[in-house]
Each structure stands twice: as C-alpha cells, then as structure tokens.
C-alpha cells in the first residue's frame, strides 16, 4: 500500500511560479511511475508529467518547456517545478503513483492517489 501526500498548491498570479510536492509511505525505489494529474471541473483528469524510478520524464505538450519534474527515491518525494503559469491551469494538482508502469500521456493512470492540491492562477 502507497499513501501520497501532496503539498506546495496555493494562489499566484499568472506568470508566476509554484513548486508541489508529493510524500510516498514507504520505498520509492518500488514504484516506477510517478506523475502528476490536474483536473479542472466538469473536465477529466489529465497528466501533466511523468517520471520513472531511472528519472526518465515525460510531459504533457502544453507544460513543455514550462514545467519540471523530478524524484528524490531517498527522500520518497516528486515535485513539480511550475513557471510561467497561466489562469486556465488553475486545477487541482494530484499526485499518482503506479509500481510497474511509466505515466505517460494518454497511458494507464497508477493505483495510487494523493488527496490533490488546488492551485490558483490569477490573472
């Protein structure tokens, strides 16, 4: 069992920039997807990056260039670099966490949830 603890969300104004963080219980070493999901209302859940337990990453088209991801195994956190942010990314942010797959755009989501974290973009 992977309990995920997300951090990091919060108001900024467009433009700007944020870092989240998510916690996993246990190993990382376990787990090789990790990612981050937004979810705007009445849409559906999209990935915005991925990264294996070798840091290989992988990004929504409209993040490249503006976001980063990265893993600390040792420290059993993800984080996501945001920069240059834009209103219409206001979302809740959720962590997911698969044990044998990469998150990849358009792939399976993980088995694993974190309660989310709102982000806010003010224009």
């Known amino acids: 069992q992977v309990q995920l603890v997300e951090s990091g969300g919060g108001l900024v104004q467009a433009g700007g920039s944020l870092t989240l963080s998510c916690v996993a219980s246990?190993?990382?070493?376990?787990?090789?997807?990790m990612g981050w999901y937004r979810q705007v209302p009445g849409k559906q859940r999209e990935l915005v990056a991925g990264?294996?337990?070798?840091?290989?990453?992988n990004y929504a088209d409209s993040v490249k260039g503006r976001f980063t991801i990265s893993r600390d195994n040792a420290k059993n956190t993800v984080y996501l670099q945001m920069s240059s942010l834009k209103p219409e990314e206001k979302a809740v942010y959720y962590c997911?966490?698969?044990?044998?797959?990469?998150?990849?755009?358009?792939?399976?989501?993980?088995?694993?949830w974190g309660q989310g974290t709102q982000v806010t973009v003010s224009s």
């Open positions: 246990g190993s990382m070493f376990s787990i090789n997807g």
């Open positions: 997911n966490a698969n044990p044998h797959r990469a998150l990849v755009v358009g792939g399976p989501v993980g088995n694993y």
């Open positions: 990264i294996t337990r070798r840091g290989i990453s």
